[in-house]
């Protein structure tokens, strides 16, 4: 099947990709960039929201230096929020229950 997602992908991009070689590593990450460009789909269902958090692991994974830093940062203050907001919640309930 990913054989033939890429074979989809580089005759969507033929215009794009002339004179590269479709064999070749870096045009095939290409075709997948600008495959990923283009294909819009709704982000407010759990699926789409889960597929960005995918793209997003993956985008850093590839990336290095300063960008996979701020990525580590971006994902560690999500983190600190959400413990802040299940420590607030804990202690909410919590003052709720003793009353």
């Known amino acids: 099947m990913r ?3 890429a074979s ?4 969507r991009f033929d215009d794009e990709l002339i004179g590269l070689d479709p064999d070749d590593p870096e045009a095939q990450a290409f075709a997948a960039h600008l495959d990923r460009m283009e294909h819009c789909e709704p982000a407010f269902t759990i699926e ?8 997003f692991a993956e985008g850093s994974n590839r990336a290095g ?3 996979w830093l701020v990525a580590v ?5 999500i983190l600190v929020g959400v413990l802040v907001t299940a420590w607030d919640t804990l202690g909410n309930l919590l003052d709720w229950l003793a009353r």
């Open 8 to 11: 989809r992908r580089s005759s």
């Open 65 to 67: 230096g300063l960008r």
């Open 73 to 77: 940062l971006v994902v560690c203050l």
């Open 48 to 55: 789409g929201s889960l597929r960005g958090v995918s793209e």
């Open 3 to 5: 054989d033939d997602q």
